[in-house]
């Protein structure tokens, strides 16, 4: 056998499906561990676009901070083939993925496709209604290649109310939409804008914006507690939550967030006690392989339960990027036939929480096993009353590691 495994190592496949935080960092991370392995990114888009640091951006005039990437140039700069294609199935029992463009075989396969909105939360279920929805009102929580638009739109609004939505938890980056809120209430006031933020929130709000919301921009902000979307009426421009119905002139809609829908095609979804569907992937916490699939992986946002106690992992590009690096490690490893210990994520986040004066919050999420596999989270929030780019220094950090060259 120790002779047999460095003869399969070098004929290993991988196939990694999603050039977001989390394939990106599996296919780079690989290629540095294992040098033997055919590694095979599929990616529906040409290029990775980042929303970290967007919500500034959206409001403020200048060029985007976040580019986009090439994934063909990433490629090239990194050693592992990039094939633009849209992924259809999987076939666990044979090992293959079918896509646009053709089918591929792997011994690992790596599942990092994002999420998907569920508009049928809110009674919207033709897919026309959908796709008009999305054009004329996107939240710009799904692809960061909606945010121009969504800027363009900002720029366009004169006046009236804005409505912005806020998923029912868990949705990706849980401080983004107040992050969001709180810059557009700074830009109304300043440019004077004759216009009312209306913030229809499910969740607790994050403490962190109370204060900023509910009183330094009263004037700006009506924000409504506890309000679930329940349907929508886009001919009224009116959404109905269980407590009133909010009419908008614009709106940023971000309907509730669930697993991509590969993976709801590949049976790979989370099913609650009783046999209704989580909405999530089914993966193991630390190790992140599916049960129902040898050789299968599931990491980044498209991710399920993984505590009893706390529920998910924040669906962060962070967290995506470490659960890469444990993926990564463990495939090397099997690789080479060698044991590893596990990786367990954890997530910096930094948000502005003022623009005038200028204050940010860093929020620090980690993770210990408690030594039977039960997971400990620890969460720190830790206010910034002058920043000095800490949020910018972070990104750039993050992406020298799938983008910009250096590895961890
Ligand atoms: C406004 C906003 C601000 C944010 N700011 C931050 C921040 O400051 N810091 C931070 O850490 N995180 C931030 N996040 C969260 C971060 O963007 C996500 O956590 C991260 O993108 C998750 O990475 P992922 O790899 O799971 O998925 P994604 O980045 O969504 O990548 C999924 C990829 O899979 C591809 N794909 C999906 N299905 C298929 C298919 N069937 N076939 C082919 N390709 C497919 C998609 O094209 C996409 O490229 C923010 C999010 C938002 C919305």
Redesign the pocket.
Known sequence: MPLFRPALAASGRVVV???????LTVARQLRLLAPQLEITL????PAFM??????RWLVEPGAATWARHDYAQLAGRFGYRYVQ???ESIDPVRRTVASSAGQFGYDWLVL????RENWSAWQVDDPKIVAELQGRYSGA?LSAADLPALKQRLANFKGGDLLLTIPPAPY??PP?PYE?AMFIAWWLKKQKIPGKLIVADPNPMMPAFRDILLSRFKDQVTYLAHSKVRSIDPAWKTVSTDIDDIRFDDALLCPPQQA???LWRAGLIRQEEGGKDSGWAAQGASDFRSAAAPGVFII???AGLVSPQFGYYP????V?NRMGHAVARQIAAEAGGQALDKLLPD?V?YVTSSVEPEESVRIDTSYRDRGDGFLIQAVKQTRNPNPAGEDAAWAAAMYREFIAGSAS
């Open positions: 499906v999603g050039g977001g935080w989390g394939g599929l990616d529906r888009a980042s929303f970290a640091l967007s919500n294609a849209e992924v990092a496709p994002g999420i929580m990706r980056c983004a969001r991509a829908d590969l980044g946002d498209a669906k962060t590009g962070q995506a997530s986040c």
